[in-house]
């Protein structure tokens, strides 16, 4: 059995928008919010708490961040991830309707992830793994081989897509067969042949 593992963001979502949003709460350039974000993002896509991963991007722009202002930065963050990407989310359903077994592998902090298992896209997924409930994130191998082990198939009987050529590189590495996203019809295009 063939499985097809999707990434979430800018692959089923869209890119965020709400980063001027975001960086308006704390009172800072976007540019400057930015840094920080993005800096700060792999350990909270490997586990780390709201609080501390605010905390971090606070301190990054000299502003500190208590809880209920890391809770709303979280609330504006998660929703900014949740749109999704034009014609993703029927390619999901499509091949759901085929029959063929689904997964999605996505570098994402556990408070996405409790959000996003709640969307009605997920229901097309049989497996959704979050890189925050597992302390290890893309494209470190042994979150490819959390996944084979979930999906209970060896890793060259998963075709896995990704917008990131290093995450598609550490799943070739890791034996998935990876595969650049370059849109749901170049998606059709690879999975037909």
């Not at 049989?126 to 042994?142: C, E, I, T, Y």
């Not at 060896?154 to 990876?178: H, K, M, Y």
Request: aromatic content about 10%; charged content about 25%; proline content about 6%.
């Amino acid at each position: 059995m063939r499985w097809v593992v999707f990434d979430y963001g800018e692959v089923i979502s869209e890119p965020t928008r709400e980063l001027p949003a975001l960086a308006a709460l704390l009172g800072v350039s976007v540019e400057d919010f930015s840094r920080g974000y993005w800096t700060a993002r792999d350990a909270y896509d490997e586990g780390q708490s709201d609080l501390e991963y605010w905390r971090a991007v606070g301190a990054s722009v000299d502003v500190a961040v208590d809880e209920a202002l890391a809770g709303r930065l979280t609330e504006v963050d998660v929703r900014g991830w949740l749109r999704p990407a034009p014609g993703a989310v029927e390619l999901v359903a499509e091949l759901a309707s085929a029959g063929v077994p689904l997964a999605l592998l996505s570098n994402a902090p556990v408070s996405f992830a409790r959000t996003a298992e709640r969307e009605p896209w997920t229901r097309h997924f049989r497996h959704l793994v979050f890189s925050g409930d597992l302390g290890v994130a893309k494209p470190d191998p042994r979150i490819f081989a959390a996944l084979a082990e979930r999906v209970g198939a060896r890793p060259a009987d998963c075709v896995f897509f990704d917008d990131r050529q290093v995450n598609v590189e550490g799943a070739v590495a890791a034996g998935l067969q990876g595969v650049l996203w370059q849109g749901p019809v170049h998606a059709r295009q690879v999975l037909g042949a």
